[in-house]
């Protein structure tokens, strides 16, 4: 037998071709073979795992030495825990070195602990770095692992060594740290999640649970869907879908659109539901909710509400609301409901077509009806399809829009959304219109037992601001027409309304023909010639040759005239100053060689000026395009 004393607390000897450190049998192992053994829990189980297996391993190996090194009574404790390192080194970990040390004892209890130092080559990172290269973050598991154990052993409290800096991540040298876990706090945690881990054979059968426990939900919300799809392809309504849910969760169930009306409920009143949603708080952990799905809390309960989505926008939510003593499964019921949304949606998408069917069919018999293509009795009898009765007074609307400056929409995008926004504006006011498109506007027909108790002025100054509100950087301008009773003169009608819009602007968008006067009647196709005549002798210059800077100068003018010749009011609507708005108006008597506060010449001058935004409307346009 042959003993090898390395220090007081480290004796190897060998006996029977056996080693034996300290009286325990021991093994003389490669860090190639560790280096391997590494790599393979990596690839097998993962970092994380593998943290838990080297630490717990290395800390095994740090209490069974200081079990060792605490037989020693003629070592002081800060003695005891200098050997740690020693001994570290001499079994050929590490080369450790303590930098630091702040050790403080009351009695019997610690009232600090940090000690810092470094590991010079550690054999772990030098592994991990010849099998995977670089790391990300510290690698020295085993040698936290053991300062942890030995330490803990030593002191008889539970410490926590950490590295700050490692050589598997390209430093110099390894760095660490130790403390009492109460110190430690949240970084002390991450760590001790780790080492609860369960095993793996246990997590594995857990999965499995889990996985079955998935497919049983996805079971039956795949049977739940079907059975409301089955109810959408037989044309079924909301409430039949809503009825076949309520019969297998019995909840209450609330169907919205995007303006918080309900649509449909189940098992709760209107009232009761406008109330409580009034004290919805939202709660913002979602637990095990689908991501769309938001929770929120009352008085009495939580909802669930899941968004509906049509053509990429939210257009309506579906509700699930619990009370107090029932607890929303969270997974499978946020799963349901957003079936359930999904089944709204397509509903919505069908209402929709519906919808636009029929306003294009209805706005192509408008567009019949201006042509002449049919007698009266024929477009009486037309109109009955559409609950529509044509034999009463009605009003043709012109309506105009523009993009007020550059933006990035398309103008076919525009028809196409102001369509749709007249269309449900009239819907939702329980309207009946015929609505048709033209290239740059809409033309309406409204019959006055439409309008009720309002003016046709109100309603359309109602429809002009809801437009406004919904829409920005457009401008949304109105012709009304006079009031007409016979149905085969709609295309005269229209005419007006036509006429009637181009003496609209920003400032009073509403124009009716009537406000036109004798204008208005003296204006068509037949005299077109005269009224241009008219236009040039009291426009004279400003007129002809008509380019931007005229147009700006006639408009200045149009303002004065309309204000009354007030110069503070002509000067506010242009947003010019006084003295800006005195030199146009000089230099607009200069071309027209007249006094501007003659009022029989303002009268003149006011019809020249109507009749050249009706007559030369297109023209006009063109040159402010340019």
């Known amino acids: 037998m042959e003993t090898l004393k390395l220090n007081d607390f480290l004796h190897i000897r060998h006996k029977d071709e056996l080693w034996f450190a300290n009286n325990e049998r021991s093994l003389f192992v490669s860090t190639r073979a560790f280096g391997a053994m590494q790599r393979d829990l990596i690839e097998n189980i993962g970092i994380n795992r593998m943290k838990t297996f080297f630490f717990k391993y290395g800390y095994q190996l740090g209490v069974e030495d200081a079990q060792e090194v605490a037989k020693r009574d003629n070592l002081s404790l800060l003695e005891k825990i200098e050997f740690g390192p020693i001994i570290h080194a ?17 009695g019997n209890e610690i009232k600090s602990f940090r000690f810092k130092g470094i590991w010079e080559n550690s054999y772990e990172a030098e592994q991990h770095f010849k099998n995977f290269g670089m790391s990300q973050g510290p690698v020295c598991y085993t040698l936290t692992g053991y300062a942890t154990g030995y330490v803990s052993g030593v002191v008889g409290v539970d410490v926590f060594f950490k590295e700050l800096e ?57 049977k739940t869907y079907n059975e409301l799809t089955n109810e959408l392809i037989k044309g079924n309504s909301i409430d039949s879908i809503l009825d076949i849910l309520h019969k297998q969760y019995h909840l209450p169930i609330v169907v919205e659109d ?43 309960g939580i909802c669930l509400m899941s968004p509906i989505y049509l053509l990429g926008k939210v257009v309506g939510s579906c509700s699930f609301l619990y009370e107090r003593n029932r607890t929303p499964n969270y997974e499978i019921d946020s799963m349901i409901l957003d ?4 089944i ?35 477009i009486m009898r037309k109109a009955d399809y559409f609950q529509l009765d044509l034999s009463d007074h009605y009003h043709a609307v012109a309506l105009t829009y523009k993009f007020l400056n550059t933006c990035d929409e398309k103008e076919f995008t ?63 301008l109105a012709g009304i027409s006079s009031e007409n009773s016979n149905i085969l003169e709609a295309g005269v009608a229209m005419e007006e309304a036509r006429s009637a819009v181009r003496l609209s602007s920003r400032d009073e968008p509403i124009t009716l023909f009537s406000d036109l006067g004798m ?59 006084k003295s800006g708005l005195r030199y146009r108006l000089n230099k607009i008597t200069d071309l027209l060689n007249h006094d501007l506060r003659d009022p029989q010449k303002q009268f003149q001058l006011m019809m020249a000026l109507k009749a050249l935004k009706i007559v030369e409307h297109e023209r006009i346009n063109k040159i402010q395009a340019e």
Not at 266 to 295: G, W, Y
Not at 345 to 357: A, I, Y
Not at 521 to 546: F, P, S, W
Request: glycine share 4%.
């Open 90 to 106: 001499l079994k050929g970990y590490t080369k450790s070195h303590i930098t630091e040390k702040d050790f403080e004892v009351e």
């Open 258 to 300: 995007s303006r918080q009306h309900v649509l449909a409920c189940m098992d709760i009143n209107l009232e009761d539901f406008e109330a409580i949603r009034e004290t919805f708080s939202e709660i913002p952990d979602k637990k095990q909710c689908h991501s769309k799905v938001r929770i929120f809390s009352y008085e009495n």
């Open 344 to 378: 709204c949606s397509l509903l919505f998408l069908k209402e929709k077509t519906e919808v636009e069917s029929l306003e294009q069919v209805k706005g192509h018999f408008l567009e019949e009806i201006i042509s002449g293509k049919y007698t009266q009795r024929e």
């Open 166 to 222: 490692c050589q598997g991540q390209g430093a110099s040298c390894c760095v660490w740290e130790g403390r009492l876990v109460s110190e430690w706090k949240e970084e002390a945690e991450e760590f001790f999640s780790y080492s609860k881990e369960l095993p793996i054979l246990k997590e594995l059968e857990q999965t499995n649970e889990k996985l079955m426990m998935e497919k049983r939900n996805l079971t039956l919300v795949s």
């Open 414 to 476: 525009l028809h196409k959304k102001t369509f749709e926004m007249v269309s449900a504006y009239f819907r939702e006011e329980n309207l009946n219109v015929l609505i048709g498109q033209q290239p740059d506007s809409l033309i309406l027909l409204i019959t006055e037992k439409e309008v009720s108790q309002k003016t046709m002025e109100k309603t359309i100054r109602a429809l002009v601001a809801f437009l406004r509100k919904q829409t920005k950087n457009v401008q949304f």
């Open 519 to 577: 204008l208005g009647i003296l204006i068509n196709d037949q005299n077109e010639k005269a009224i241009k005549k008219m236009i040039r002798d009291h426009l004279g210059v400003l007129y002809d040759d008509l380019d931007k800077n005229k147009l700006e100068m006639i408009e200045t003018l149009y303002r004065f005239l309309e204000q009354g010749g007030n110069l503070d009011q002509t000067a506010e609507s242009l947003a010019l100053s």
């Open 339 to 342: 079936r359930l949304a999904s």
